[in-house]
């Protein structure tokens, strides 16, 4: 099986986003802290091992998880095994991102999709434990570049908040940031944090940079937070009218009427209706019987809606054993209903 450089990278983030927080040695260290593509085959247990034996010029020691940063060691002491920094994020006021299922981003990694040029509210907090003091702290978007270097972070382009000398305690930001029209990178965007704490060793400033969150940017119409509510309100009605109360996730994608019916739809038109009528799509996935709707499946794991985006009426509603014909990534940006993946680290 081939490794690309990018995926060796990758390989490495695993083990080392496992650590404490390192120091560097070499000022223009860039280590890049990622987990694996979803959609990349794992490389072979072997090839890992000689992944970490190449990186022995940066000294890590186990404890924490994947995309959390440990507690660094006092001065002049050995390595510790240290809990991760709790942190929150909510991307435009929503704390869940898309189903775990649905995302196509980094395994284990909370997404969120935005539109291409939309304006991003972006809110998150870290908790700063007690008998420390972060020294240096960064929140920005990263792309395929990313690590540490002397002064901060590497490949954060836009930094969209810094502090220095934070407390022990809770510590929030609010920033904006608005989505890029042009080519994403090819690993996409994250919403990343960087770390910098007292020097152990002179010289060496203990530093990390921690992928929190996954940005899908797709072309497409954003639904909003109010949309977002009543579509929610709807779609458990009609997901209870049809045997499951709580189905495992609910996602809504705005599109149009046409690219709705192709997607998720029984088939046909629905008379008077324009093919690019504005409309939200709506699937959940759980387990339904079809009581509302006797034309449907019968114990199907998918619901489908088709609601107007201007009255919220319901155009159809459609029962199946098998998810949509189309992703409906390729729809637009997908929000969150219920069932998503907390962006959070506790």
């Known amino acids: 099986m081939r490794t690309d450089e990018a995926e060796l990278r990758h390989q490495l983030a695993a083990t080392a986003a496992r650590a404490s927080v390192p120091g560097f040695a070499a000022a223009d260290v860039a280590v890049r802290v990622r987990r694996v593509r979803r959609r990349r085959a794992a490389v072979a247990a072997t090839c890992g091992a000689a992944i970490v ?34 942190w929150t994020v909510t991307v435009n006021g ?3 991102g898309v189903p775990e299922e ?17 304006k991003v509210t972006i809110e998150m907090t870290v908790t700063v434990p007690a008998h420390t003091q972060m020294t240096k702290f960064f929140l920005g978007i990263t792309g395929d570049k990313a690590g540490i270097g002397p002064r901060g972070p ?19 930001f609010t920033v904006h940031w608005t ?26 400033p203990n530093a990390v940079e921690i992928p929190l969150v996954g940005v899908a940017v797709r072309p497409g119409s954003p639904v909003s937070g109010t949309a977002a509510a009543r579509l929610r309100a709807l779609a458990l009605q009609a997901a209870k009218k049809d045997g499951d109360a709580k189905p495992q996730w609910i996602v809504a994608v705005r599109t149009t009427f046409a690219q ?33 709707n006797p034309a449907g499946s019968s114990g199907a794991g ?28 390729t729809l637009g940006p997908r929000a969150d209903l219920t069932g998503g993946q907390p962006a959070r680290q506790q």
């Open 260 to 292: 709705a019916m192709a997607a998720a739809g029984p088939g046909g038109s629905v008379p008077a209706v324009s093919p690019g009528t504005p409309v939200y799509l709506v699937l959940a996935k759980g387990s339904f019987t079809a009581k509302s």
């Open 179 to 204: 989505a890029p029209t042009g080519a994403a990178p090819r690993y996409g965007y994250q919403i990343a944090m960087a770390e910098f704490w007292p020097k152990s060793v002179k010289s060496e």
């Open 102 to 118: 649905l995302a196509d981003g980094y395994t284990g990694q909370p997404q969120f999709d935005v539109a291409l040029g939309e």
């Open 302 to 329: 998918y619901l489908s809606a088709v609601i107007d985006a201007r009255t919220f009426s319901s155009y159809t509603v459609h029962l199946s054993e098998q998810g949509p014909a189309v992703a409906l990534s």
């Open 94 to 96: 929503q704390p869940l």
């Open 53 to 86: 034996a190449a990186a022995v010029a940066v000294p890590v020691a186990l404890g924490g998880t994947s995309g959390t940063a440990g507690i660094p060691a006092a001065a002049g002491s050995g390595p510790i095994l240290s809990p991760p920094l709790p």
């Open 154 to 172: 590497i490949g954060m382009e836009p930094v969209l908040a810094t502090a220095s000398n934070l407390a022990p305690g809770v510590h929030a």
